[in-house]
């Protein structure tokens, strides 16, 4: 026997077997690792929505309990809204500002640009990627806060606000709607998903009309009262109204409540059809 021989290695055999246990390891742990990663970054999204919260409790008590909106073109385009517009606006409220009326996100913005919120970084979803607003002048520039009027574009803001523009009666968006009046949530996915789904339809079909940020597993909602929820279904606000849409393509007249299930309408020219009724834009 030869005591120096030097010892056997892996056969080819072997080396495959090994390989093959790898691939069975990685296949069985990298959903867990995922679902573990993924349950973090709702953690911090709702993080997120409470800290929005808290921007908003603060804005409220500073402007007669209502929340942030810009100029309401109440003449032209009183149920409508845009988004977007006058991003480097030094006065949103100016009669010949960049921002337009009816502007959703500059709307949201104001929370920056008063100071309520400490960094765009808080706009941000974790699990939907963008990136906060790097507060830059359209040169590329830093700039100061009260030089901008308004997100630079939507990859900067990977939420939805409750449309403030309506000529619904009695409606308001400001601290006095019902506990479970849905302000702000995961970004609004858009039509046609959104208008398509019942209020009765199985589990895997409503997915299909959940924000995209979470990869359609639902979404974080901040309610009126301050809760945040992560919510399956859309169909999650007041009396199960479907938050990402407005329950007629018009206001509805009188005080009858409408049917909250309903699945809704949608699109910039539409806005909340009654004073309880969450409608969040922008959409993707």
Known sequence: MNRFARPRGFSFIELLVVLAIGVILVSILWPYVNSVRESSRRIRCQENLRELQLALTSYAKDNGNNFPRVRYDNANNPNGFVAYT?????????????????????SLWLLVREGYVKSPAVF???????RADPLTDAGGKPTDVKHRGNFRGPANLGYSYASPFSEALDYRLNDTQPADFAVIADKNPGPPSITAVPFDAPPLEQAKANSRNHAGAGQSVLYADGHVDFQRTVYCGYGNDNIYTALSRTPLTGETKPSATATG???????????????LAPME
């Open 124 to 130: 941000i979803c974790p699990s939907a990627g963008g």
């Open 265 to 279: 309408f949608a699109g910039p020219s539409i806005g909340p059809s009654w004073q309880a009724d969450s409608y």
């Open 86 to 106: 006058g991003a480097d606006a030094a006065d949103p409220f100016a009669a010949d500002s960049a921002v337009r009326p009816n502007d959703v996100t500059a």
